[in-house]
């Protein structure tokens, strides 16, 4: 089969999803600068720009129709200092998924993991100590197994190789007419 005028396209294999209505979180943030005005209150947490990565979890490797995913999402996290100044951060979030498997769990190596993930912050945050917050998130995590595959445009050819016309032409009479 050429791939002349083809493209690929994810099909995808198995799913699974997550929703964590109220999930009690320790994030530790980084990126912020030396120097900030103590005590920090969390604004806003979002999902960043960075997908998330999976990543199979050891501990759950006895199902055999299923697999248990850690998807690592990364946070922009938005604090105020006692100054009312605004200083942005990074963290993450571990949320555990299972997918269940139509094949056996072998043959999942030659597909990739894509998710996606949606945050949000349920209340305030409370300071441990210098950047690490306790906060509780609603958390919705999907999960795709997917494998790409091969896609091919073909031409359009008629059934007939000439085209016929809508209504059978009169009959014809050779050289006579009756008038």
């Known amino acids: ?6 493209y690929l396209l994810p099909r995808i294999l ?8 109220c999930m009690e979180a320790v994030i530790k943030v980084r990126g912020l600068p030396e120097i900030v005005a103590q005590p920090l209150s969390v604004c806003q947490i979002c999902v960043s720009s ?3 990565r999976c990543r199979e979890d050891d501990a759950w490797r006895c199902e055999p129709r299923a697999i248990i995913l850690l ?31 139509p094949f056996p769990r072998e043959e999942c190596w030659r597909n990739q993991w894509v998710a ?14 210098q950047q690490v917050f306790c ?3 609603e958390a919705n995590v999907e ?7 091969p ?26 007419c009756d008038c």
């Open 1 to 6: 089969m050429s791939m002349q005028g083809g």
């Open 14 to 21: 198995a799913c699974g999803r997550e929703w964590v209505r």
């Open 50 to 52: 960075a997908p998330p």
């Open 71 to 101: 998807v690592e999402i990364p946070l922009d996290v938005t604090l105020r200092d006692a100054d009312g100044c605004l200083h942005c951060g990074q963290s993450e979030v571990l949320v555990r998924v299972r997918v269940p498997l």
């Open 116 to 129: 996606q993930a949606a945050v949000r912050m349920l209340g305030c945050a409370t300071q441990q100590c």
């Open 135 to 137: 906060v509780r998130l």
């Open 143 to 149: 999960v795709f197994m997917v494998r790409s595959e």
């Open 151 to 176: 896609v091919c445009r073909r031409e359009c050819k008629p059934r007939c190789p000439f085209p016929l016309p809508l209504f059978p032409p009169p009959p014809r009479m050779a050289g006579r």
